[in-house]
């Protein structure tokens, strides 16, 4: 068995500490141009380029700014994604694909010049990125998308070279792509953001919104924010609209970092779909000469479907790839990090519904939120502010609907449904409290009524309702991180049952006298 980091802790958390933002008083009004619902780099990056714009703006965040999604990503800004050009081409045109890649590699460029133009001190490096595959199998496949992303206009080439430490049989290559460190960056914008005159509240939940004219934005302790537009951008959405519930799909993926000697760098930012997904890339690593931080992510999972000591197995896999493939590489962290996909595979970003006059989203961004984030900003603040839209503006439209995704939709709801209606005909995941071990947590059917239990590891037991507050599915325990997670919409909760992640805005109730 590997040896894996006790903690759980994101490497760009730890290394980039910030001073908090104070909540929204309770009770107080607040009026703005624009409210902003979520703090990570799509709200982060809409905000700031609409302060930029003359803009009175607020930025509202459940947490802590750049700490949730954002402060567990990878930090790749890429504009090659897996093998998405070949199946665009495929599935919605060349012409589509084009505009994909013309948009997320202008992401790219954008980013870098905010970086240039802020002076943000963010570890930004210039890399190749790469998607490869070590089995002659899918050698073809490579080559397909290698096509599809010159024709779309990257700067891709096939080779069969790479600096990665194990032959590979084939790969996609594209030139000039970015690394950073995610959290840097973004406490870099928000500190250009409060200079620019806006605002942040941390620690503020938003669990209302009145589109009216204007839009109305209502917080949990009582507050009120009153805006001309209104932007959700919650990772997934908090709100019940549009039909994003049947059109989102929530995943989970693990992360482990490790110390690598630098001259053992691979020098680029790789992606296989192979072994369940593998992803790799270095950071610089300030705290020991010599050395880069090697970041590994594959292993993926929806929220609430592992079972027990399955997510530490997960871990254990990544690590003995980690460990083959670099063999001098040493493990320091690991943590998980969580994406949603959509029916076509384009993120949705515009007007929140086929009603909506001020309200906007962006969401789904199928594991490339850097990039999306960034493009996130720019079009929404172009949407608000009334700027001639890109071209590719209405590729990303969330209230588009087409055949195609029918097939997508219907699987997305049928597995919810699934999973809705058989949680409640299993008479429980435990007999009994006492089988539930320290450190470990089960639904057990307590006096006829469900409870969610966990011991902790000092033996003391916490129950709480099952019922997710969001859509009402039954949670289930994520061992290896500690929380419970909905397996419908991906909602995780932390073992007092306060919200660690939406759509879900309200605690699990508790319930006392279980054992």
């Not at 989970?252 to 020098?267: C, F, I, T």
């Not at 199928?366 to 503006?393: E, H, K, N, R």
Request: with cysteine; proline share 6%.
């Amino acid at each position: 068995m590997t040896t894996l980091p006790v903690g759980y802790e994101s490497y760009w958390m730890l290394s980039a500490g910030a001073a908090p933002h104070a909540p929204l008083p309770p009770g107080s009004v607040t009026d703005v141009d624009a409210a902003v619902v979520g703090g990570g780099v799509a709200g982060l990056s809409v905000a700031w380029e609409l302060a930029r714009a003359g803009r009175s703006v607020v930025v509202l965040e459940a947490d802590r700014i750049a700490a949730g999604v954002t402060g567990h990503t990878t930090g790749k800004v890429s504009a090659l994604h897996g093998l998405v050009y070949s199946y665009l081409r495929e599935k919605r045109g060349a012409g589509d694909a084009r505009l994909y890649a013309s948009s997320q590699q202008q992401a790219v460029e954008h980013l870098a010049a905010v970086t240039g133009e802020l002076g943000i001190d963010c570890e930004l490096e210039r890399i190749p990125a790469y998607s490869f595959v070590e089995s002659g199998h899918h050698a073809d496949e490579i080559r397909a998308e290698a096509d599809a992303a010159r024709e779309a206009g990257l700067p891709a080439s096939f080779v069969t070279e790479t600096g990665l430490p194990f032959p590979v049989r084939a790969a996609v290559r594209v030139e000039n792509q970015v690394q950073f460190h995610p959290r840097k960056y973004l406490l870099g914008l928000a500190e250009d953001l409060l200079r620019r005159g806006g605002r942040i509240h941390e620690r503020t939940r938003v669990t209302g919104l009145d589109e009216g004219e204007p839009c109305r934005v209502v917080t949990e302790n009582g507050a009120e924010v009153v805006a001309r537009d209104v932007v959700v951008a919650t990772h997934y959405p908090v709100f019940d609209r549009a039909l994003m519930f049947s059109r989102l799909e929530p995943r989970r993926e693990l992360v482990v970092s490790a110390l690598l000697p630098a001259g053992q760098d691979p020098g680029g930012a790789y992606l296989t779909p192979e072994r369940g997904t593998r992803s790799v890339r270095t950071a610089p690593y300030p705290f020991g000469k010599g050395r880069r931080l090697l970041i590994v992510t594959g292993e993926k999972f929806t929220p609430g479907t592992a079972g027990q000591g399955s997510v530490n197995a997960g871990y254990e896999r990544l690590a003995a790839w980690t460990y083959e493939r670099f063999p001098d590489a040493r493990l320091v962290h690991r943590w998980a990090t969580q994406d949603n996909d959509t029916t076509d595979g384009v993120p949705y970003i515009g007007a929140f519904h086929p009603a909506s006059q001020h309200t906007w989203v962006a969401t789904g961004f199928g594991g490339w939120g850097m990039s999306g984030g960034v493009l996130s900003g720019q079009l929404l603040a172009a949407y608000i502010t009334g700027q001639q839209l890109p071209p590719w503006a209405k590729l990303y439209e969330p209230r588009r609907l087409s055949p195609r995704e029918a097939p997508a939709m219907l699987r997305f709801q049928s597995t919810v449904a699934g999973r809705f209606v058989g949680d409640r005909l299993r008479s429980s995941y435990a007999d009994t409290v006492d089988e539930i071990a320290p450190g470990t947590g089960a639904i057990v059917r307590v006096r006829g009524r469900r409870c969610a239990v966990h011991r902790t590891p000092e033996g003391e037991v916490r129950a709480l309702s099952p019922r997710c507050t969001h859509l009402g599915c039954l949670v289930r325990f994520n061992d290896a991180e500690g929380a419970w997670e909905c397996p419908c919409h991906g909602s995780r909760f932390d073992t007092e049952g306060q919200v660690i992640q939406g759509p879900a805005t309200r605690p699990l109730e508790r319930r006392d006298d279980v054992s």
